[in-house]
């Protein structure tokens, strides 16, 4: 396995600091980058699922990497990794966002299938490919949950020979699914996969899985490297018990339930003093009630996360 690869290591998929009027806020996002590299993290996804990117402008998304990329390999040094999502309704649109991250010194950039409307499995192909053909190295993203478009084998497999994908983040949550996504990582050099399923990234690891993508992971970094850790080692019983841990962390979701868990973790992660609780519209923010029930979860598992911020 080649730790150096993109998608290798603990990735991090990062939220976007806003301020009170919804604009990129890099420099409020310094303490949970200086609490990521504490942690062991690798490496970051900016403008994902996470990051709210398919809500902000191009222009922003651009911005907001300038600088944070700049942090975070200070604070983190070698090897410290970047990638950024470019999520466009459409392959126009998509590589529309690629092009405003030209001379951006990135590892990979991250796209996922079309979004809104069905495609075909020819669709889909064609729509990767026309990426891969841009000029830099691409991750696929699978996150059925929000495009509508899950990526099938098939089309992984077609996509393999492509030489600029270089590898998969899968969010999917189907074990079988993501145990022949790993099996493809073994027929191609140079391919790796993530598994993004919060509560299967044990499950990930003992299936071949090069890297994991947990948001959750802002909460609690040391954490899931110390699954990571576990699971390369084979230690498989050690990180499925960490598992556990991480699973309590994803219970916090329950707070919002059925919807993108951007407000809930941005609020946890405000009130352990890391990062402001705004939220690009139109999401809006915890009710009086959630934020209570926020903060009485956020107590049951301080001795994963620690105490709340008192200011």
Known sequence: MDTDHPVSGLIIPLVTALDPSGRPDPPAVRPLLAHLAAGGVTTLMLAGTNGEGPLLPAGDVR?????VSAMWRDLAGAPARVMVAAAGTGTRETLRRMDRLAELDLDAVVVLAPSYFRHTEDELYAHFRDIARHGRPVVVYNSPGYTGNPVPMSVMRRLL???????????????????????????????????????????????????????????????????????????????????????????????????????????????????????????????????????????????????????
Do not use: N, W
């Not at 189907?174 to 919060?198: H, K």
């Open 63 to 67: 911005a907001y990497a300038v600088e």
């Open 161 to 311: 020979d492509e030489p600029a994908i270089i590898g998969l983040k899968d969010s999917s949550g189907d074990a079988a699914l993501f145990a022949g996504f790993c099996a493809l990582a073994g027929e191609r050099p140079g391919f790796q996969v993530a598994q993004g399923a919060e509560r299967r990234l044990a499950d990930g690891l003992r299936m071949g899985a090069a890297g994991l993508v947990p948001g959750v992971g802002m909460l609690a970094p040391a954490l899931c490297a110390d699954l990571l850790k576990a699971g390369r080692g084979g230690d498989h019983a050690t990180a499925a018990a960490l598992q556990h841990d991480v699973d309590r962390l994803a219970a916090l979701f329950g707070v919002r339930p059925g919807v993108s868990g951007v407000v809930v973790i941005k609020t946890a992660l405000h009130l352990l003093g890391l990062c402001p609780p705004h939220a690009a519209a139109p999401f809006l923010p915890l009710t009086d009630t959630e934020l209570t029930e926020l903060r009485a979860a956020l107590a049951r598992i301080h001795d994963l996360v620690g105490p709340l911020d008192p200011r």
